[in-house]
C-alpha cells in the first residue's frame, strides 16, 4: 500500500509540475482567433475612457495570428450619416487581410500588412502585448494625439479569443 501512495504521490507530483506558460512558447499560446471586445484611451492626464463612441467599431477589429507568421486581419471604422451621427462600421479596405505577424524582444508584437490602394506596406508595432489567460489578450498602442486634438496618451484594445480550426493561407 505504501507504495501505491508513493506512486500516486510522485504522478501527482508529476503532472502539477509544469504550467501552459511553461509548456508554449509565447507565440503558440497566442496564435488562435482575435476579436475585439472593448477599447480604453488613457489620456496624458492619467485619466482614462472606455466609452468614447469613436471606439464602437474600432474595437470590432479581428485577427488570426497562425503558428507560422501569416495573419489575417479585418479593421474596422465609423462612418458618418448626413446629420453627423454615427451610422454603421464599416470595413477598411485600404488594409489588406492579409499579412505577417512577428514577436518582437519582451513579448511585444508586430503586424505587417500591405495598404490595398498603393501597395505600401503598413506597420503597426504595439508597444505591450500581455495575455491575461488563455482566452484574453490586450494589446496597448502608443498614440500622441488623435484627429480632435484630445491628448491621448496610449489605446488599450481587449481582445477575446475565438476557438476553431483556421488554416493559413499559403503564400
Given amino acids: 500500500m505504501k507504495t501505491v501512495y508513493s506512486f500516486l504521490t510522485a504522478m501527482l507530483t508529476l503532472l502539477s509540475g509544469c504550467t501552459i506558460e511553461e509548456e508554449y512558447s509565447f507565440s503558440e499560446q497566442i496564435a488562435g482567433k482575435w476579436v475585439g471586445s472593448r477599447r480604453i484611451v488613457f489620456f496624458k492626464d492619467s ?3 472606455e466609452y468614447l463612441s469613436t471606439g464602437k467599431c474600432e474595437s470590432q477589429t479581428e485577427f488570426i495570428l497562425f503558428e507560422d507568421g501569416n495573419l489575417y486581419f479585418e479593421d474596422y471604422f465609423e462612418t458618418e450619416n448626413n446629420s453627423g451621427r454615427t451610422d454603421f462600421c464599416e470595413l477598411d479596405s485600404k488594409t489588406s487581410k492579409d499579412g505577417k505577424w512577428i514577436i518582437l524582444p519582451a513579448e511585444k508584437l508586430s503586424f505587417r500588412l500591405t495598404n490595398t490602394i498603393d501597395s505600401s506596406e503598413i506597420n503597426i508595432k504595439p508597444f505591450k502585448v500581455n495575455l491575461v489567460d488563455y482566452d484574453n489578450l490586450e494589446i496597448r498602442y502608443k498614440e500622441f494625439e ?23 493561407p499559403e503564400k
Fill in 146 to 168: 488623435n484627429d480632435e486634438g484630445e491628448n491621448i496618451g496610449y489605446y488599450v484594445y481587449k481582445y477575446f479569443r475565438i476557438y476553431g480550426d483556421y488554416e493559413s
Fill in 47 to 49: 485619466s482614462s475612457d
